[in-house]
């Protein structure tokens, strides 16, 4: 099965901490990477997690707080500096591209690449990005400023060729696409070989949802509904479920609430407050609702399992 990986850079809040770098996520889906969200420091765990930014070519921003965007300037001008080419695309809500203006007018202006700005509507559960690999979807967060979650879905890959059945029917390999594509084999006896019969089924397609920072939404369960694994703020404990409501964020039980109602079948909570000092109290508030659970810690990565 192609990789489909989960890096943590960082996962805590606004408030510095000697425990956690601020909110930092990269996707590896078949090669491709996907940044999302870039607190400071992300390029510098981007170095010691060993991952090429040649490979980045897309980062999505949930929102405007600053620890969930103030690395964006420091790694587009590393990026320019290591002589990058490609495009790059930056995909979050509408107050953040001036933001991303200013640097680029003012602190990258000999950079051999572009960035491209695109709004994301934090309003609506729509596409808002797809390649051969993977579709993803906004996801519509409450916040105290407008605020968006991701939602990426692996597109499915075509069935695997049996190759004994290839031996057996004398089938040459320029045919295997066509195979793959359902077309089937007509043997030297005018016989239709069925591509059923020359092919086993592909592993599912895996899908991982990125709901940071949010209060506890429920109407969400339904747009992430079966998701592979799921990543849901978990700011609090449950005896701060007031502040939790106050701020726009959530408590790690009703992160674990989501991830039932959502029939996850995995659940990682992260963006702790610095409030939060018994991360393991935590793991098993969470849960107590959803038992597959497990705590975000910079430099872990996570395997998504169909």
């Known amino acids: 099965m192609e990789p489909f990986t989960l890096h943590i850079l960082g996962c805590g809040s606004a408030k510095p901490s000697n425990g956690h770098l601020p909110t930092c996520q990269v996707l590896d889906l078949r090669g491709k990477l996907f940044m999302i969200d870039c607190g400071e420091g992300a390029q510098m765990q981007w170095s010691r997690m060993g991952l090429g930014m040649t490979r980045l070519g897309h980062i999505f921003i949930s929102h405007i707080h600053g620890d969930h965007c103030f690395g964006l300037p420091g790694l587009i001008s590393t990026m320019g500096l290591l002589g990058r080419t490609a495009d790059l695309h930056i995909h979050a809500p509408a107050d953040l591209q001036p933001f991303v203006e200013c640097v ?103 899908s991982y949802a990125y709901c940071s920072d949010t209060m506890y939404k429920p109407s969400l369960a339904e747009l992430i509904k079966g998701v592979n694994l799921l990543f849901h703020e978990a700011t609090f404990g449950e005896e701060y479920v007031k502040r939790a409501q106050q701020t726009g964020h959530s408590t790690a039980r009703q992160a674990g609430m989501m991830a039932k109602a959502a029939g996850a079948k995995q659940l990682v909570i992260g963006h702790y407050s610095g409030r939060v000092k018994d991360e393991v109290a935590h793991l098993n508030e969470a849960k107590a609702e959803f038992e597959n659970t497990e705590l975000a810690k910079e430099g872990k990565v996570f395997t998504i399992h169909g």
């Open 104 to 206: 680029l007018k003012n602190f990258c202006t000999e950079m051999d690449y572009e960035v491209f700005f695109h709004v994301v509507d934090t309003k609506q559960f729509q596409l808002i990005f797809e390649d051969r690999s993977v579709e993803v979807w906004s996801l519509p967060l409450r916040h105290r400023t407008p605020c968006s979650g991701f939602l990426f879905k692996e597109k499915p890959l075509p069935p695997h060729i049996r190759p004994e059945m290839l031996e057996a029917y004398g089938i040459p390999v320029s045919q295997i696409n066509n195979i793959k594509a359902g077309l089937g084999w007509v043997n030297e006896d005018g016989e239709l070989i069925p591509s059923e019969r020359l092919t086993r089924p592909a592993e599912p397609p895996r």
